[in-house]
């Protein structure tokens, strides 16, 4: 009986490299075989009509302008243009709307703000509104969804066909976009909504990024509104001209005339992460320029 104990102790020892590698996997851990190497499973390739003894992750057979691998990792059918069946092409589900290839929409959006200034000054006019509240009632009035635009302003909203109210709230420094009734059927109500600027000075939202485990697709928002962060305005002399803290949707702003500034997005009261970023100095010109736009992203270390 040692004889043999041995000899099994030996056959893991100089056995085959996958044998080694399996014998060091977690108990329930399931070997996916991917002949191709391309990051798709035989099984859903052949599943999905695609060769799986071929590398094609970049190809895209439905020209839905989503690439075979993007479907597997979404949940979408990679010869089929519109997966969900909710009048969006796949591709623009997920990189113009950000919505789910998978699930069926019934209103998807962006939501931008009108005369807003980069810190620089290299762009003033339409720029994405991240945290934007969007609100799916009924006619009855009762809410049947609430999301956050992400930081490219997109937002999408799920409910059974049927008559609702869709509402954009109003963040700070902005004037209020005014309800939008709309009968959704099996297509998906498609709108831009546009905010007003109604405050000269500084405008932004803190966020937390990222906020899902590494590594991180360019698709996935991995961005959060940070409430309760404490944002503070000083002059050039150095004297504090406002402190804020951040609301529900991690959004602030600042009422400022013209003059030299730095934003300070302070860190929590015991120092622990998430990490703020760095002061921010800034100038407002005239009194009546749109506002700049200044997002603080707290680093959370997760990589």
Request: negative net charge; proline residues 8%.
């Amino acid at each position: 009986m040692r004889l043999f104990a041995l000899a099994s102790s030996l056959l893991l020892v100089v056995g085959p490299p996958a044998l080694l590698a399996a014998a060091h996997l977690p108990v329930g851990t399931r070997l996916v075989a991917d002949s191709d190497g391309d990051g798709m499973p035989n099984r859903w390739e052949r599943r999905h009509d695609l060769n799986p003894n071929k590398a094609n992750a970049r190809g895209d057979p439905d020209r839905d302008r989503l690439k075979n691998i993007d479907e597997y990792r979404l949940g979408g059918h990679p010869r089929k243009r519109d997966t969900d069946g909710d009048g969006l092409w796949d591709g623009g589900e997920a990189k113009k709307w950000g919505s789910e290839v998978d699930v069926a929409n019934t209103v998807v959006g962006t939501a931008v703000g009108y005369q807003i200034c980069q810190v620089d000054r290299s762009a003033c006019g339409y720029l994405p509104l991240g945290g934007g509240v969007m609100v799916l009632r009924t006619t009855a009035g009762v809410e049947v969804e609430r999301v956050l635009t992400d930081t490219q302003g997109r937002f999408s909203l799920t409910s059974p066909p049927g008559d609702y109210e869709f509402e954009a709230l109003t963040p700070p420094g902005f004037d209020s976009a005014a309800p939008k009734g709309a009968t959704l059927t099996s297509q998906a109500l498609k709108t831009y909504v546009t905010y007003r600027h109604v405050i000269h000075g500084v405008i932004g939202q803190a966020r937390l990024s990222p906020t899902c485990p590494g590594p991180q697709y360019p698709y996935e928002d991995c961005v959060a509104p940070f409430e309760g962060a404490s944002i503070e305005v000083q002059d050039a002399r150095g004297a504090t001209v406002a402190t804020v803290t951040t609301d529900a949707t991690g959004r602030y702003a600042f009422q400022l005339d013209p003059g030299d500034y730095v934003l300070i997005a302070h860190p929590l009261d015991d120092g622990s992460l998430p990490a703020p970023p760095a002061p921010v100095a800034f100038t407002i010109t005239v009194a009546d320029e749109g506002p700049l736009l200044i997002d603080s992203d707290y680093d959370t270390g997760i990589r």
